[in-house]
């Protein structure tokens, strides 16, 4: 059967465009998006309140991309799926909050790794702080089994990337 087909022959409308479009809000990637929202402006109030005022969701984001011992620009851009030029201009933006610096790589003194810096470490250990506190309300909200069961079935539908 062609996409298309699947498409239109699916069980819970038989119009392309019903009047009932209560799926808009409540399918699954729009409650992962507003879920997803939620959850990171509470990561951010909650650093916020930590006396972490200067980083953004961005910078956030790019620290995601950046292992304990090191990574190279190219490696956190390619990760984040953002070109080399705006990691490099999210990195000098935390490189000016502290957060991060950069040396020669020790397997190719050509390239340098961005590290974090020990602010950075204590910022980083905030941020832990930060996710527990938002999974602990998630919890007392939706339920620590459903939590739980939440974050599984998200790993097998989405692993976690290695590297």
């Not at 509470?42 to 961005?58: F, K, P, Y």
């Not at 956190?76 to 000016?96: D, F, G, N, P, Y």
């Not at 309300?137 to 459903?146: D, F, L, P, R």
């Amino acid at each position: 059967m062609s996409r298309e087909r699947s498409l239109q022959a699916s069980p819970t409308s038989t119009r392309p465009h019903g009047r009932d479009d209560r799926w808009r809000q409540t399918n699954f990637g729009r409650l992962l998006s507003n879920a997803l929202r939620r959850f990171e402006a509470r990561v951010i109030d909650l650093l916020t309140a930590a006396g972490h005022t200067e980083v953004t969701l961005t910078h956030i984001n790019a620290t995601r991309h950046l292992d304990l011992e090191g990574t190279r620009l190219t490696d956190m851009a390619s990760r984040a799926a953002m070109t080399k030029q705006s990691m490099s201009e999210l990195v000098e933006q935390l490189e000016a909050l502290g957060l991060v610096a950069r040396r020669p790589d020790p397997a190719d003194g050509r390239a340098r790794l961005v590290y974090f810096t020990p602010k950075g470490l204590n910022w980083l250990d905030d941020f832990r702080r930060a996710v527990h506190r938002a999974e602990i309300e998630v919890a007392t909200t939706i339920g620590a089994e459903a939590l739980r069961n939440t974050k599984q079935a998200l790993g097998r539908y989405m692993p976690p990337k290695q590297g």
